[in-house]
């Protein structure tokens, strides 16, 4: 992988990420929308970070400022407001005051996700070889519809004289191929000494930063194409089917990835796996399984079809049996899930312990070899190991207004369909009869039985049937 991390304030990386996404007809700004499970701009930072230090990473907010702020603020990046929201252009010339001081900055939009640390690396090089004062990133996408195309002086040259917007290409220009991805390197004085030219006499009466190219070819510095090797790279999302197929895009190169590492994933392109998670060799994916947040597990599990696994640890050798789900949990190895286990935020279940049919957990350590088979729910609960928790057992947790703990002890053996009120204590070792409702404290090695006595009246159905109806 890259690169070379410039620490000196040779280079900057400026993310264009003000723009409202328009096209989206969504309520949240366009660079928040999620591809991979992470926010578009969360990923061009990522990339961008692997190219010079965060502290060098400017981030340029305007629409939900606040918002943008707050999604990536823990990555350590620089913010940059674009007070009024008057184009690309604009944005630039509003982060004048931040990056002057920089010899080169590269421009980034935070709507084009998949672009990777080595191809920002090259423009840079091709821009300081070129003795450039601006760099375009350009591609040849099938489809370049919507996008501005980039006018060379000739075919064979590498250097452009214009770039023209999609609204505003003659019959003639729409032929052209070879589109802006929105990616720049640009010397800085020259940009800034120019950049008061820009105007806004266009079709969306906004400063557009792809007039610069003609601008500077104007006043005699050089203009650069640089094209990329992979069109898809520069893709940008500007409605919601191009998410999705970003989206698709990336989670078949994340399921390539981990199948290159020796983890077996049946029928990959059913499976959903954010970007962040981690999956050890010799793990068994079947099909309709989705992984998300930054969930992480071991080697050599099996996790059946239709589970789903958001922010949760998970060891090796663990069995997630059939159309589980785990939410912020951590499970220790050899463990056993499912079918239809629901693990809620604060499971914690050890070594060998197995969670069976229908069984809720939350907020709640199991114990190591430690089984709740069946149609159980365990709330708030510290178990121990080795406890057998039978059938239908229901920790009643909530009183109302607060919630309470129960505590079973090593070795204990709950019987089925009993109610544990908590708060209580069940002690080492000590049995609960079935169909108790446990109120008060167990201790050590007792049995408790919170049931009625059963009543047998000898005789009483035939009775109640009376003799020769003819009913039986
Ligand atoms: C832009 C380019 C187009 C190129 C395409 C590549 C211009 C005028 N056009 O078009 O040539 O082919 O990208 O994807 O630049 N933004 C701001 N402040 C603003 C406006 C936009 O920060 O005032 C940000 C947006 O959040 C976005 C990026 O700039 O991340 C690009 O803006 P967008 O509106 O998507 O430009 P495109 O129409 O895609
Ligand atoms: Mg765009």
């Known amino acids: 992988m890259p690169s070379k991390k410039s620490s000196n304030h040779n280079l900057a990386v400026l993310i264009m990420a003000a ?78 005051d931040h990056v002057r001081q920089y010899e080169n900055i590269l421009v980034l939009s935070g709507d084009a996700p998949l672009i990777r640390p080595t191809t920002i690396t090259r423009v840079h090089d091709f821009h300081l070889s070129r003795k450039a004062a601006m760099t375009i990133l350009t591609a040849e996408p099938h489809v370049p519809i919507g996008y501005g195309r980039v006018i060379r002086t000739s075919p064979s040259s590498d250097t452009v004289r214009a770039i023209v917007e999609q609204k505003a290409l003659t019959k003639q220009q729409e032929k052209l191929k070879e589109i802006n991805s929105g990616i720049y390197a640009f010397a800085t004085r020259p940009l800034f000494a120019n950049i008061d030219r820009l105007t806004t006499d266009n079709a969306h009466r906004e400063f557009y930063l792809t007039d610069m190219a003609a601008i500077l070819v104007k006043a005699k510095a050089r203009v650069v194409a640089m094209k990329a090797d992979d069109p898809n790279e520069v893709l940008g999302a500007n409605t ?68 789903i696994i958001r922010d949760s640890q998970i060891a090796d050798g663990v069995q997630i049996r059939a159309g589980c789900i785990i939410d912020q949990s951590q499970i220790a190895s050899q463990v056993v899930l499912g079918p239809y286990s629901h693990l809620r935020p604060g499971s914690d279940i050890a070594e060998g312990a197995h969670v069976g049919n229908f069984v809720e957990v939350k907020k709640t ?12 729910y365990l709330g708030d609960s510290e178990i121990g190991a080795n406890v057998n928790v039978g059938a239908g057992t229901i920790t009643c947790n909530y009183d109302g207004v607060n919630k309470h703990v129960t505590v079973i002890e090593e070795g204990a053996f709950i019987g089925s369909d009993s109610t544990l009120v908590a708060p209580v204590r069940v002690g080492k070792g000590s049995y609960v009869a079935a169909g108790s409702t446990i109120t008060d404290d167990v201790p050590a090695d007792a049995l408790a039985l919170g049931r009625s006595r059963q009543t047998v009246k000898e005789g009483w159905a035939k009775k109640k049937r009376g003799s020769g109806t003819g009913n039986r």
Not at 49 to 62: K, L, S, T
Not at 282 to 287: A, G, K, L, S
């Open 19 to 96: 723009g409202k996404g328009t096209r989206l007809k969504s309520k949240r700004a366009k660079v928040l929308h999620q591809v991979g499970g992470k926010p578009l701009l969360a990923h061009v930072i990522t990339s961008a970070r692997q190219v010079v230090p965060a502290e060098n990473v400017y981030v340029i907010v305007g629409h939900q400022a606040e918002e943008v702020r707050a999604a990536v603020a823990h990555m350590g990046v620089k913010f940059v407001l674009q007070a009024e929201l008057r184009g690309t252009g604009h944005a630039i010339m509003s982060s004048r």
């Open 240 to 307: 919601l089917a191009e998410l999705a197929e970003l989206d698709a895009m990336l989670r078949a190169a994340k399921a390539r990835e981990l199948m290159s590492a020796g983890v077996a994933i049946y029928r990959p392109e059913t499976c959903v796996i954010d970007s962040e998670v981690e999956i050890g060799a010799d793990t068994v994916i079947e099909p309709f399984v989705q992984i998300l947040g930054k969930s992480r597990i071991g080697s050599d599990c099996h996790i059946r079809s239709f589970s």
């Open 365 to 376: 350590r199991l114990g190591r070899g430690s089984k709740a088979n069946h149609l159980t």
